[in-house]
T-cell receptor
Framework: AQSVTQPDIHITVSEGASLELRCNYSYGATPYLFWYVQSPGQGLQLLLKYFSGDTLVQGIKGFEAEFKRSQSSFNLRKPSVHWSDAAEYFCAVDLTGGGNKLTFGTGTQLKVEL | DTGVSQDPRHKITKRGQNVTFRCDPISEHNRLYWYRQTLGQGPEFLTYFQNEAQLEKSRLLSDRFSAERPKGSFSTLEIQRTEQGDSAMYLC?????????????FGPGTRLTVL
């Protein structure tokens, strides 16, 4: 079945430390890939997206993600985490390639220790 | 650009009652999407509109659910004869859809609790 997996349900990092959130997809072709962040009471906000081209994608708030076809992965990274980054992060794919709908992973809850 | 708005933000209802949610997309966005998010899960696609046409419905959208976008602007999602399993966050998103690379912008959601 076509799916998106985020293997880490919860992650805790210290402020200033680096961060990597994992995302793997199961799909025959390369889907379009997204990372969204959700803070309590807020809507999902797009951090970055990948369609083609350079496999290292820069996003907002200092985030980046790298697409690795051989590993079917699209991991999100940040070199230095800020306390305000505490939120839930969702990886999503557009399997149809037509901007029709997104399939989301189950999310990773990030806690930042001061 | 005022963002996607949803009303109400919270709704508590008793099992068997009907509820209706409203979504106002970003102005001039021709695509509008509905998703449902249950606790501990990511959002799941329900349906989407291009202008006033409903182009796709998920199998999650049972006969008790109906969505409309009558004038291609705001949309409503109605749930008839609510069940406790309908308790979830209902998210709306919109997109300008000039091409497939356009982003879906999400609203804050309507949290439904069915007692």
């Amino acid at each position: 079945a076509q799916s998106v997996t985020q293997p880490d349900i919860h992650i805790t990092v210290s402020e200033g430390a680096s961060l990597e959130l994992r995302c793997n997809y199961s799909y025959g072709a390369t889907p379009y890939l997204f990372w969204y962040v959700q803070s309590p009471g807020q809507g999902l906000q797009l951090l970055l997206k990948y369609f083609s081209g350079d496999t290292l994608v820069q996003g907002i708030k200092g985030f980046e993600a790298e697409f690795k076809r051989s590993q079917s992965s699209f991991n999100l990274r940040k070199p230095s985490v800020h306390w305000s980054d505490a939120a839930e992060y969702f990886c999503a794919v557009d399997l149809t390639g037509g901007g029709n709908k997104l399939t989301f992973g189950t999310g990773t809850q990030l806690k930042v220790e001061l | 650009d005022t963002g996607v708005s949803q009303d109400p933000r919270h709704k508590i209802t008793k099992r068997g009652q009907n509820v209706t949610f409203r979504c106002d997309p970003i102005s001039e966005h021709n695509r509008l999407y509905w998703y449902r998010q249950t606790l501990g899960q990511g959002p799941e696609f329900l349906t989407y509109f291009q202008n006033e046409a409903q182009l796709e419905k998920s199998r999650l959208l049972s006969d008790r659910f109906s969505a409309e976008r009558p004038k291609g602007s705001f949309s409503t999602l109605e749930i008839q004869r609510t069940e406790q399993g309908d308790s979830a966050m209902y998210l709306c998103a919109s997109s300008p859809y000039r091409d497939y690379t356009d982003t879906q912008y999400f609203g804050p959601g309507t949290r439904l609790t069915v007692l």
